[in-house]
């Protein structure tokens, strides 16, 4: 937050309302994350308001990162997130959630950056499509 003070006390308005839209791109990462249920964490569940809020935050981190001009592996996230919720609430069909899962790969290849959570984000939604069916 100091950052952003020091930007709006010399008058950069504009940096200083980019650096509150990436902050709130990673907080609506997080609550969209925290809030899909493919984790199976024992003793999480999420209330169906939740979820709907957690949906609403997943697009949120979606647009501000395309809109930010996010890396690679940002927007990769971010599709990955929106595709994992839909499939978790059967939103959205099959098709269209092997494509976002291949996007968000593709995106994430591009980007050359390694990242564990991204693996195990990947495995959570396999194992989430594998019990659906």
Not at 78 to 94: F, K, N, R, T
Request: negative net charge; contains cysteine; hydrophobic residues 45%.
């Amino acid at each position: 937050m100091k950052e952003i003070q020091t930007l709006m006390c010399a008058g950069d308005f504009f940096a200083a309302v980019d650096r509150l839209r990436s902050t709130a791109k990673g907080l609506a990462y997080d609550v969209g994350s925290l809030t899909w249920p493919g984790w199976e964490e024992p003793g999480i569940d999420p209330t169906p308001e939740d979820l709907a809020f957690g949906r609403e935050c997943a697009r949120l981190n979606l647009r501000l990162a395309i809109e930010l001009k996010k890396p690679a592996l940002k927007i990769s996230m971010a599709y990955w997130l929106v595709g994992a919720d839909a499939l978790a609430i059967l939103s959205i069909d099959e098709e269209k959630i092997l494509e976002l899962a291949e996007l968000s790969s593709q995106l994430k290849m591009n980007g050359g950056e390694d990242s564990k959570s991204y693996l195990a984000q990947q495995q959570a939604i396999q194992r989430l499509f594998v019990n659906r069916h």
